[in-house]
Structures are given as C-alpha cells and as structure tokens.
C-alpha cells in the first residue's frame, strides 16, 4: 500500500505499524516537504502521482484539507482502493467521487475520526436521535487546525440527517442578535467550533427534551495510538467495499 502524509502525527507512527504487521506492506509514501528522504529501505515521494507508479491495492492519505479530494480522486482513477484519514471533504465531494470509485469498481473508506470511542459516540448519537428530537453539536480542536467544523463533526451531523433534521423552536434566521452565534448548519444540524491551546479533538452533543437533557462527548489525547489501530482495520476491510463509505462505526 501507498501512504500520504508520512511524516505527520499519524502518518509516522501508521508506517511504522504497517511495517510491523505481518500481513501488510507499505511501497510508497509521501511527504511534500521530505521529498527524497528516506524512510527506512523507502525514499519519500514528493507528490501523489508519484506514489501511485509504484503498483498496490491500497492508497491512505493523511494529509491535508486542502489536498485530499484530488488525492483520493488520482488514487481512484489509478485504480486503489482508499481509506482517507484526513478531514476536509464536503458532501458534495462524496458525491463526485462516490461514481468515480463505482466505476473504477474499487472501495473509499472515509472516517472523520478513527477511534473506536468516536465511533461509539456516533452510533449512540444515531440511536439518540430516534428517540430526542432537538440537538446541538460542539467541535473542538487545538488552535492551529485550519478546518471547522472537524471531519468528525461533519461525519457526526451527516449520520443524523439520517434520522431526522432536529427540532427548532424559534427558526435561526428570526435570531435576535448575531445570527452566527447560533452556528454553522452542516446537515440541518447547528454545529459551534472551538479552537483553542490544550485541546486536541473532541465532539460533543447535547440532546433536549421537556424537563430533562442527555450529553455524548468524545476527546482524544494527545496520542496517535487509538488512530492507527482504527486505520489499520480500514486498511484490512476497506476491499469489501465499492464506492464511498462513510464512518468508522461501519466497521464495528
């Protein structure tokens, strides 16, 4: 398999973790900036395209919001299955490439957040939502991520449209004030970003009904442990699929 991103937080300890596995290989890796490093018997790509000559089934990107829809979409077109670990994609990019990877008969595993404990978050939400008609979402990160909301906001917001669009009182646009405090609909849902030192990411979602309310929150450490391991079972399940699927909670 090729990896993009290499030499971020979980890039670096994922390659590792590839390298150890007894029934994974990892050929290619990219790092736009360590471009013609060598990464132990690899030398780093310094571009997608460049990865992608080297033949393998499987194609992860960890890099970036701004990179990852034409990472994914070179990766399909070349025929790779894909997992993407990074955050950034609209629903309108799921949809373009939705087709693109039907076509090309090959899987995209798409997860906002690759923990375990996320993703139990998100099937609880999902089974919240059938029974409390009214919620609000909180994203939270560290200062310096560039996206709002978060991958796993998004993923969150989307698998409740699912269900249902929430219960509005008093509609936003009628808000007296500021109508941006009442933040950012993503999926009918109203989601509040937060980013600030001392974080690293979280989500939280806060049903409520008449005389009684139920929280859900996620946060992760600092610690890229409980991603990898998460990106290691897509990397291992993502050929079963064709097209687009969406959430870590798809492969519990």
């Known amino acids: 398999m090729s990896l993009a991103g290499v030499t971020g937080w979980v890039g670096q300890p994922l390659a590792a973790a590839i390298e150890a596995a007894a029934d994974l290989e990892l050929v290619a890796v990219v790092a736009r900036r360590a471009r013609g490093e060598r990464l132990g018997k690899l030398t780093i790509s310094g571009s997608v395209e460049e990865a992608l000559a080297t033949p393998a089934d499987v194609f992860v ?13 070179a990766a399909v077109r070349a025929g790779r299955h894909v997992v993407v670990g990074s955050s950034g994609l609209s629903d ?7 087709p693109a990877a039907r076509s090309a008969g090959v899987g995209v595993l798409a997860v906002g957040n690759f ?5 139990l978050l998100q099937r609880f939400a999902v089974e919240a939502a059938r029974h409390l008609s009214s919620w609000e979402i909180i994203d939270s990160a560290y200062e310096g991520k560039m996206d709002a909301p978060s991958g796993t906001a998004r993923e969150l917001a989307w698998r409740l449209s699912e269900v249902r669009a929430p219960d509005v009182e008093v509609p936003v646009e009628k808000t007296v004030g500021d109508v941006a405090a009442r933040g950012a609909a ?7 970003s937060i980013r600030l ?3 690293t990411i979280g989500v939280e979602v806060r049903f409520g009904r008449q005389h009684e309310r139920l929280t859900l929150s996620y946060d992760g450490g600092p610690g890229a442990t ?6 290691l079972l897509a990397i291992r399940r993502v050929r079963e699929f064709t097209g687009v ?8």
């Open 61 to 73: 990107d960890y890099t970036s919001a701004a990179a990852v829809k034409e990472n994914v979409l």
């Open 92 to 98: 309108d990019d799921f949809r373009e490439i939705d």
């Open 115 to 119: 923990a375990i404990t996320a993703a």
């Open 186 to 192: 993503v999926n009918q849902s109203r989601i509040h």
């Open 197 to 199: 030192p001392g974080y």
């Open 226 to 231: 409980p991603y990898v391991e998460g990106t």
């Open 245 to 252: 699927v969406r959430g870590m909670d798809r492969l519990l």
